[in-house]
Structure formats: structure tokens, C-alpha cells
């Protein structure tokens, strides 16, 4: 696997034709059983058929597990959604937990519908000899607490991944978070190592910084890349053009981050030390004022943890930038 991630980020990031040989290494052979007493093959129930959900079921599929249902709010956009997806994996969609035969139980709803979902659930679930997973990367197993008292074993199964609508990326060398009842963690784990994932434990106080870590990772990094269309715009460049020439640089700059770290990655008038170009900057981002916050903000923090020269003058800069808000 270690030897797949050197490949990747040394330039097959958008590549994936090394992926299905991996994936059948990670893979390994197929267990006989997940858990002692359960059938070949366990069928799991899917509760959410949002991004999550949708690509958790294909890549369940993929892999052997046969999904008993999908699971979703009986709104006309929802079932359609859940139907479509159900066709593809030879599932059935229902609008309530009552007739689900599967051992396992996936919940995919947000997280802020998490304890709702699961206590509604827990009123039509029999749990014993069941095992109950959610996915939140911040909520602890302990918000499945109503179906553990329902005799459910429950755990969190957070993959540190994204998933948009329309993507399914592999999940192959993908850490997955887990941390809950002993015999939902094993589960987990069995699944995770299935689906060619690479399950790890972590503590339930360490979920708020973990979060806030993953969302540094993508969801910032999105942000980051929409405030960058924002600038391409001053200098006349249409957000579409503006995403199609940055590919080449930005997949560069993850492959140096990957290879090399955050230090030997970084580059520019930061490093380099050059305050009359910086000044530039701020001066014509004058004209856009949320990017000139950000690239203040972030360059601010460029100088505590990244190589620079010039760091005296530069910190003034941007300061002085960081206090004119
Ligand atoms: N997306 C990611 O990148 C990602 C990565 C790691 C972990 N996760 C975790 O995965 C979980 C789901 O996130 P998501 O991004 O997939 O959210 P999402 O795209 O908004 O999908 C959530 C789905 O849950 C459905 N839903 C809401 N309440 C429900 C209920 N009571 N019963 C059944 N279905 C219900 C929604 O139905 P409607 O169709 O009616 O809206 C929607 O289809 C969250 O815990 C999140 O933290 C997400």
C-alpha cells in the first residue's frame, strides 16, 4: 500500500488504472465469515442515501456484501434517489427500519440528523445479535446509544475521504476512524480491511480535532479554491478557464506536499522573502476583500510554520492586513 501512495502522489493522482490490482491486494482473500455466527456474506442495511451512502453502497457491492435495503425519508426526491440507486445494486428501498432482515445497520444521515434517525429507528429495531455503524467523523458511538440499548453492538466507521454527488473514489489505503463496542469495532474493522480501507482506532475526545483536521483537508481546501477563482477573476480569467489552468500547479503542490512535506513543498515570495511583491498582492486584492483576508491569514500562518525569509517585514504586512478588515 505504501508503495501505491508513492505512486500516486508522484503522478498518478488523476490516474487510477494502478487502483484494481491494489485494491484486490488490500483486499486479500474474502474472510469465510466477518464475525463468528454470521452468514458468508452479511447483508447490510443502509440508512441514507445521500453522497455518503451512495457511494458506501456501491463500494459494499463491490465487495461482496449484499445490501438488504436503502433506507430513507419517504419524500417523492428522497425514494428517487434511493430507487436509483437501489437498481444499480440489486437493493430494495424502504421508508422505515420495520422489515429489515440485514445484521448490519449503516446509518448515513448528517450528522445533525444522527440522533433522530437513530432514535426512531431504535422504536422498530430488535438489536440483539445486531451491529449498528454510523459515520461521523465528530459524533462519537455513544449517539447510537438507544439501539445499544436495544442490544445492537454500535461503533463510528469514519473514512477520511470525501464524497460529493456524482463521485464514488476508491477506497482503497482510505483511513477509516473507528472507536465504539468491542464487537461493532471488529466488524468495522473486518469491513474497512474488505473494502481495501485501513481501519485505526481513535479515542472519542480526539473526534472534535480530528474533524476540524479533515476539514482543513477537503472542505477548506474547496473553499480555499473558490476564493483562488475569485482572484483569477481581477486578473480577467472566467472561473471556468481559471479551474483548468490551475489543475497542473495544484496537483504538483499536493505530489511536493506528499514527497517532500509542507516545507520542502513550499514556494514563492513567501520563501523567498520578497516583500515588494507581497505588497502587490495586498494592494490589488484591495479589490476583492474576502480573498485578501484569506491570503493574509493564511500567509500569517506560512511565516509560524513554513520556511520564509524577510519574516520580520512580512509579518507587518500582514498584520497590518489582518487588522484593516
Ligand atoms: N460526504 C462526505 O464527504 C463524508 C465523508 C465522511 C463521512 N461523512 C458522514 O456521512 C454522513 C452522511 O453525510 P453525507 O455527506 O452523505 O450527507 P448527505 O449527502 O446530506 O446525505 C444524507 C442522506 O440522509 C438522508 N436522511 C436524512 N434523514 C434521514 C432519516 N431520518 N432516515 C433516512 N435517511 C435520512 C437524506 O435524505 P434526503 O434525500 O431527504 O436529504 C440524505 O439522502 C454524515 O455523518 C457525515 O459526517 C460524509
Redesign the pocket.
Known sequence: MADFQSQLLRGHLHSFEVLPKVFERARGPAPSAILPGMAEQPSIAI???????SALAISLRDADFRIDAI???A?A??LA?ARGLASKIGSRVLAQVEGVQARILWI????S??A??TA?IASQFEGRGRVAL????VLSSDVLQPLRAKGASVAAV??F????RGSRPSLAGVPFAIEGDSRAVRLGRSIVHRLGGKPYAIAKKEKNAYHAWGTFASPLLTALLAATEQVAGLAGVSPREARQRVLPILLQTVRNYGEFGAPGGFSGPIERGDVATVQRHLEVLRRSPIPRQVYATLARSALEYLPAKNKTALKSLFDSANRSR
Open positions: 440508512v441514507g442515501a445521500g453522497n455518503l451512502g433506507i430513507t425519508p419524500r426526491a428522497s434517489r448515513c444521515v448528517p450528522d440528523a444522527i433522530q434517525a426512531s454510523h459515520s461521523s467523523g469514519h473514512p475521504m470525501t464524497f460529493v
